[in-house]
Structure formats: C-alpha cells, structure tokens
Nanobody, 115 residues
Framework: QVQLVESGGGLVQAGGSLRLSCAAS????????MGWYRQAPGKQRELVAA???????NYAASVKGRFTISRGNAKNPVYLQMNSLKPEDTAVYYC?????????WGQGTQVTVSS
C-alpha cells in the first residue's frame, strides 16, 4: 500500500503560478505512469497531465503550454508546475500513481484562482 499526499495548492491571482507536489508514504519504484487530475465543483474528475515510465507526457488541451508535469524521486514521484493560471483552473487537484495493477490516489489539494 502507498499513501499519497498532495501539497502546494492555495489561492492565487489569475496569471500567477503554483507548483504541486505529490509525496509518497514510502519509496516507490517501477512506476508505470503518473498523473495529475482535477475536479471542479459540479464537474467530473478530468485528466490534467500524465507522464509514463518512459517520460512521455500528455496534457489536456486546456492546460497545454501552461502546465508542466515532471518526475521527481522515489518519495516525491511527480510534480505539476502551473503557470499563467486562469479562474477556470480552480479545482481540487489529485495525484495518481500506477504501480503494476494497482492505482493510488491522494486526497487532493485545493487550487483557487481569483480573477
């Protein structure tokens, strides 16, 4: 079992930046893929960005060119750099790690972008 804890969220003005981190309860290796998802009030959870074990990345069209997903280390496996934030980026952001056949999620961190 692995517990994931996101951090780095907060309140920021439009145009600002935040960097989200995902910390694991133990060192994790042989990760298949990692991702960041978000869920805004009244909406379904959606993929924001993903990165594979081979470092291929995939971004939602709405964040491409503004957000960057990157790999970290065994205890902090994934980050999300968010620049040029917009009010529509407001949501709870979750990190996700795929290990073998198992899928792990954090509890989420709130990101609020004011106009």
């Amino acid at each position: 079992q692995v517990q994931l804890v996101e951090s780095g969220g907060g309140l920021v003005q439009a145009g600002g930046s935040l960097r989200l981190s995902c910390a694991a309860s133990r060192s994790i290796f042989s990760i298949n893929a990692m991702g960041w998802y978000r869920q805004a009030p009244g909406k379904q959870r959606e993929l924001v960005a993903a990165i594979t074990s081979g470092s291929r990345t995939n971004y939602a069209a709405s964040v491409k060119g503004r957000f960057t997903i990157s790999r970290g280390n065994a205890k902090n496996p994934v980050y999300l750099q968010m620049n040029s934030l917009k009010p529509e980026d407001t949501a709870v952001y979750y990190c996700n790690v795929e290990l073998g056949e198992d899928d792990y999620w954090g509890q989420g961190t709130q990101v609020t972008v004011s106009s």
